[in-house]
């Protein structure tokens, strides 16, 4: 990719961050705690070694797609999507069934298919902006997921400074 590409790229990124946390920021309370959802509680908590091991699975997928997609790799763009919509469909992911996570695996879907129809499309713009739009389902989600009562059911790690997907 040629250093114009990349510059796009962090360009479009960055456009993306600061546009989603407008938009988180003009919905927080003024008193500066987190906003509690109405109802969202987990139907069963979840088998946290498989939900580590599928998270890493998921992490690590998609370090793939963003690897070929800056290496210009459509071929390997569109199976690191692939794989990511197979992880996303992993039984597991059932357990977490609170309307907004249900909504938020949804909110991922819909991106990781875009970046599978923009690399099969082979549109170097679309890949892009595509895997923006995952990371930030992945971040929303990730928020979700930290917030208070949906948070409690997770344990937090025993190493502070371990670098898994729990952590994120």
Known sequence: MSFRGWK?????????????????????????????????????????????????????????????????????????????????????????????YVQDTADFVRAVELLERMATAQDSDGTVLAFTYVAVSCSNCHTHARAARVATAWPRPSDSKQLTASRF
């Open 8 to 100: 796009s790229l962090t360009v479009l990124l960055l456009c993306a961050v600061v546009r989603f946390s407008a938009d988180e920021t003009s919905r927080s309370p003024r008193d500066g705690s987190l906003p509690r959802p109405a109802r969202d509680e987990n139907t069963a908590l979840p088998d946290h070694p498989r939900m580590e091991r599928l998270m890493q699975q998921k992490m690590t997928s998609a370090q793939q797609a963003f690897a070929a997609i800056a290496r210009g790799n459509y071929e390997q763009t569109t199976a690191a999507a692939a794989r990511l919509i197979e992880l996303s469909r992993e039984e597991v992911w059932q357990q977490m069934a609170s309307p907004r």
